[in-house]
């Protein structure tokens, strides 16, 4: 037996110029998400059809589910072109609806082959009357239903009815690569699903203290690296161990400067990992005034320690809302584990708000850590997390 | 590297001899000491026979001794008996009362929380900046409603030893001269058990929890004095005076019995090799820039056991040390291990001694035992001044 998965893709629908590359990138994504799984995909216009075994068909709607790119992924049953069939079908649908306690229902018929002898209006009411000559306790309602069974009359004619919604966006690596600042706390994994769905492939990187920072609090940001990774297909998570760099700023820096200085070096740091890894752009979970070093001062100056751009796609975002996301994608009982992040080994009472620019960039110069934060990125560590991995993890 | 092993509040090394015969005798005698056939009897007079020796070790003449699970478990028996009594003050809308230190273990804080929830009224009695209750002050705070009364006998962080004589006379005196009904006194002695004569407190208490594993028996197994039953929570067939159902561990409790025994022997050699280290942690310490004991004590201050000692380095993170330690092969721990889980609760104990937050957060605890030598000491002192000077930001 075998299930056939209707997909809507997203945004490329709109793309016209690069549709067909968008579209050969949503084939790549799924394939690649699929490895281990046979299956046949076939692309139509507007719609991919994949075809799986029974067996793997839970686990290939959670593939789905979580690939950018997609709007929509239904079950769906192909018939010939006739409308006895089409009948049938629709009323397959029905019976799986009932059995999860709808009452109502509507149809609605797309045809895109205007050689069906049928229009799309009495292809509803052909197939309406038939689910309920079939299921009598189920009623018409077209402006609020329980359910809908959609009919597609294209090549082959499909019928789906529940759909699952997929994460929208772009297919990964559309718009390049980008690298997250992977923080260990609740808003930089909710970033790098932002931009995972916004077509960015991803590799992050975290920086390691210890022991000011313990091998927990790394392991945590593993988990979290492992839950992203069901958005971006796998992931790099690169772990740069920064003790030294803490120590050279702590001893010399002014006790209000030392969050803003080592914030400056992780860019720095990151943009050195991103010219390695042909990467577009930094990603950070930075949201405007969250906290000290979230000002726009702040900001103007870590940013000045790489010349690529800095997307922050949560920077006009409220905590709660960012916290609604991160609980939805659950990395947020991952953040939320009782171990220090990266940055809480300085917390200086008063840290700087509002620096001067120049001062502080010449500043930070002064002290002098380019040798340390060069050696720092040689002596990482690069971990990848696969995407089978992931689904192990994340599925249950 | 050799190991250095200066976490000895935490849990003990097991004594090898003891297990090693504790592990013989069970393979021979493995009957259910609740059968009816030879082995069955064989078995219930070995628990016996261990239940008198750990009595007679620690000097206990009269009331009764249970094994348990843990000393948490035996510090939950006397605090779930007033459950009963709990729920018929609230369907009578009367309130109950309990009076508690504020620098009690986890397994009493957090239990006595879960009741509090249910309607129990507390109060916590803060301890000098010193560690220490003062008695008068734990008796003033008994009203008519109140069943009872916890207090730990020796504390697991600063190893401050409470007066529970002078806390139980004054107990008496207020519930005399009030005639009022006299609270139940429970005290957690786990961590004074091996470390001072905890004989008088059947005089005193009316129940006390010990266990085996700080004592080098093995982890699993505790045990609740109590001079008349507690009121029985936990239900099942019977063993144990009915207050630990289940079946006996016979393995534990005789490996118990032989540490309690072995450590009542080997106590005045082991008080007298305690205080030698002792002096030598707080004089090393106190010669460290910056570095402080807490709270101040000098060497031999009786109202301390010399195996236990908090220490701070302010500008470096308790936690911190204790890696970098760790990465020494140097074991210590930040106050509790067992409250290292609890969030909230972390270092709870010194913000109660008034301790300023950031010198409580730059603390660990280090804690010696009979195995401890001078050359440990040393070896700790030398490496945490390094990574002091090291790692302070």
New interface residues.
């Given amino acids: 037996m075998h299930t056939l998965f209707l997909i809507k893709p997203g945004e490329i629908e709109l793309k016209l110029g690069n549709k067909r590359e968008f579209a050969r990138r949503l084939k790549e994504q799924i394939t690649k998400r699929l490895k281990g799984i046979p299956f046949t995909l076939e692309e139509y216009p507007g719609r991919f059809f994949l075809t799986v075994e029974e067996k793997d068909s839970e686990l290939t709607l959670f593939v789905l589910q979580h690939c950018p790119g997609i709007n929509g992924v239904a079950k769906a049953i192909k018939t010939k072109k006739d409308i006895d069939e089409i009948c049938l079908a629709a009323v397959e649908c029905a019976k799986t609806e009932i059995l999860t306690g709808a009452h109502t229902f509507k149809i609605e018929a797309r045809r895109s082959d205007k050689s069906f002898p049928f229009d799309s209006y009495r292809i509803c009411v052909i197939a309406g009357n038939s689910v309920l000559a079939e299921y009598p306790t189920l009623s018409v309602d077209v402006h609020n239903p329980d359910f809908i069974i959609r009919i597609e009359i294209r090549e082959r004619a499909y019928i789906y009815s529940s759909t699952a919604a997929g994460p929208r966006g772009l297919p990964v690596g559309s718009q390049g690569k980008g690298i997250l600042l992977l923080s260990g706390g609740i808003d930089s994994p909710v970033a790098g699903y932002m931009m995972a769905c916004r077509g960015l492939a991803l590799e992050s990187v975290y920086f390691h203290s210890?022991?000011?920072t313990?091998p927990e609090a790394q392991q945590k940001v593993e988990r979290l690296a492992a839950r992203i990774a069901i958005w971006t297909g796998g992931m790099h998570l690169w772990i740069v161990p920064f003790t030294d760099i803490?120590?050279a700023i702590?001893k010399t820096s002014y006790e209000e400067t030392k969050t803003l200085m080592l914030r400056m070096a992780m860019m720095q740091a990151a943009d050195i990992i991103a010219h390695r890894i042909n990467a577009n752009s930094i990603v950070t979970g930075e949201s405007l005034g969250q906290v000290a070093s979230q000002t726009a001062e702040n900001m103007r100056l870590s940013q000045s320690k790489t010349s690529l751009p800095v997307l922050r796609p949560l920077i006009g975002i409220d905590k709660e809302e960012i916290i609604a996301i991160a609980r939805q994608i659950e990395t947020y009982e991952i953040s939320i584990l009782?171990y220090?992040d990266c940055c809480v080994?300085?917390s200086p009472k008063h840290p700087i708000l509002k620096p001067d620019y120049e001062e502080l960039k010449g500043y930070f110069e002064s002290l002098a850590l380019n040798n340390l934060i060069e050696s720092a990125v040689m002596k990482s560590e690069r971990k990848y997390f696969d995407f089978a991995y992931a689904l192990k993890t994340n599925t249950k | 590297m050799k190991d250095i092993y200066l976490d000895w509040a935490a849990t003990t090394p097991l004594d090898s001899d003891i297990m090693r015969s504790a592990l013989e005798f069970s393979l021979r005698a493995y009957g259910n000491p609740s059968s009816k056939h030879w082995l069955g009897k064989e078995a219930r007079q070995a628990l016996e026979e261990s239940r008198a020796r750990v009595m007679h070790s620690i000097g206990i003449t009269k009331g009764n001794f249970v094994f348990t699970s843990s000393g948490t478990e035996a510090d939950h028996i006397p605090i779930f008996a007033i459950l009963e009594r709990l729920r018929r003050a609230s369907s009578a809308g009367k309130p109950i009362h309990a009076i508690i230190s504020s620098i009690e273990h986890s397994a009493i804080e957090e239990q006595i929380r879960v009741l509090e929830r249910l309607g129990l009224q507390v109060s916590r009695i803060d301890p000098d900046s010193k560690g220490h209750l003062e008695a008068e002050h734990v008796a003033s705070k008994i009203r008519n409603e109140t069943v009872i009364i916890c207090i730990m006998n020796v504390n697991n962080e600063t190893g401050a030893i409470q007066d529970i004589k002078a806390i139980s006379e004054s107990i008496r005196e207020v519930v005399q001269l009030k005639r009022m009904k006299k609270p139940w006194l429970h005290v957690d002695a786990v961590q004074a058990l091996g470390k001072l004569s905890i004989r008088d407190l059947e005089n005193y208490a009316d129940s006390f929890a010990v266990s085996a594993h700080k004592i080098r028996g093995p982890k699993g197994t505790g045990g609740l004095w109590f001079a008349r039953p507690p009121e029985i929570f936990i239900r099942g067939g019977g063993q144990e005076s009915g207050l630990k159902p289940g079946t006996e561990n016979l393995f534990g409790a005789f490996a118990f019995s032989l540490a309690a025994e072995k450590a009542a022997l080997s106590m005045p050699a082991n008080q007298e090799k305690a205080l030698i280290l002792e002096e030598r942690i707080i004089d090393g310490i106190s010669s460290i820039p910056n570095a402080l004991i807490i709270p101040e004590r000098i060497p031999k201050d009786n109202g301390f056991v010399p195996s236990i000692i908090s220490m701070a380095f302010p500008g470096l993170?308790g936690?911190?040390m204790v890696?970098?330690l760790s990465?020494c092969h140097i074991a210590v721990s930040t106050g509790s291990a067992c409250m290292s889980n609890i969030?909230h609760a972390e270092r709870r104990v010194l913000k109660a001694m008034q301790v300023p937050e950031d010198i409580a957060f730059s603390s660990i605890r280090v804690s010696t035992g009979p195995l401890t030598t001078l050359q440990d000491i040393d070896s700790f002192l030398e490496q945490v001044e390094v990574l002091y000077r090291?790692?302070k930001?």
């Fill in positions: 210890y022991p000011y313990s803490q120590l702590s009782p220090e080994v300085f | 993170g936690e911190t890696r970098a990465d969030h090291k790692l930001t």
